[in-house]
């Protein structure tokens, strides 16, 4: 069955501060990966995502995340956090074969102190 | 842009009764999901529905949950007998197929007491 894992539940860092999450996938077939994210009050929303190509991919807000096929890992980065960028971040995995059907991490949330 | 929206967003109610959740997809949007999220744990995959039928369920989605797109616009997630264990967050979300991504809802917190 497929499972994802995100490795921290909890990171405080300060601003400017680099950022990485990490998110590691167990599935032997072929995935589509995605990141989401849940600002305070807020719904989730979709910071990037890969289907293929390029295993390096650029979102929104100044995120990227590097697929890594052999270490089954989509780790997530931002060299430069902002206060903003408090919320809760969560990796998730579809199989390309599925009906979309999204299997969550855990969720990590990260607090970005001034 | 375009976005799912979810009422109520917050439902009371308790436990025996029946709620039904609500939900209203993207509008040039196919496949439909019912995810929920239980408080301090990860959020979880209940049903998919796709040309007016279940696609795909998990094990969470028993006989007390059921999933209508009524008409066509609304989609809902009913669970027939509540029980304290479905408090939760739930969200819908929707998506138009292909290599998209999901738009989800704001969701609705279920607390059955």
């Known amino acids: 069955a497929q499972s994802v894992s995100q490795h921290n539940h909890h990171v405080i860092l300060s601003e400017a501060a680099s950022l990485e999450l990490g998110c590691n996938y167990s599935?032997?077939?072929?995935?589509?990966l995605f990141w989401y994210v849940q600002y305070p009050g807020q719904h989730l929303q979709l910071l990037l995502k890969?289907?293929?190509?390029?295993?390096l991919v650029k979102g929104i807000k100044g995120f990227e995340a590097e697929f890594i096929k052999s270490k089954f890992s989509f780790n997530l980065r931002k060299p430069s956090v902002q206060w903003s960028d408090t919320a809760e971040y969560f990796c998730?995995?579809?199989?390309?074969?599925?009906?979309?059907?999204?299997?969550f991490g855990a969720g990590t949330q990260v607090v970005v102190t001034p | 842009e375009p976005e799912v929206t979810q009422t109520p967003s917050h439902q009371v109610t308790q436990m025996g009764q029946e709620v039904i959740l609500r939900c209203v997809p993207i509008?040039?949007?196919?496949?439909f999901y019912w995810y929920r999220q239980i408080l301090g744990q990860k959020v979880e995959f209940l049903v998919s529905?796709?040309?007016?039928?279940?696609?795909?369920k998990s094990e969470i989605f028993d006989d007390q949950f059921s999933v209508e797109r009524p008409d066509g616009s609304n989609f809902t997630l009913k669970i027939r007998s509540t029980k304290l264990e479905d408090s939760a967050m739930y969200f819908c979300?929707?998506?138009?197929?292909?290599?998209?991504?999901?738009?989800f809802g704001p969701g609705t917190r279920l607390t059955v007491t």
């Open positions: 998730a995995v579809n199989a390309a074969d599925s009906w979309g059907k999204l299997q």
């Open positions: 599935y032997g077939g072929t995935v589509n």
């Open positions: 890969y289907f293929s190509g390029d295993p």
């Open positions: 509008s040039n949007h196919l496949y």
């Open positions: 529905f796709y040309n007016n039928e279940i696609s795909e």
């Open positions: 979300a929707s998506f138009t197929g292909g290599l998209r991504e999901q738009y």
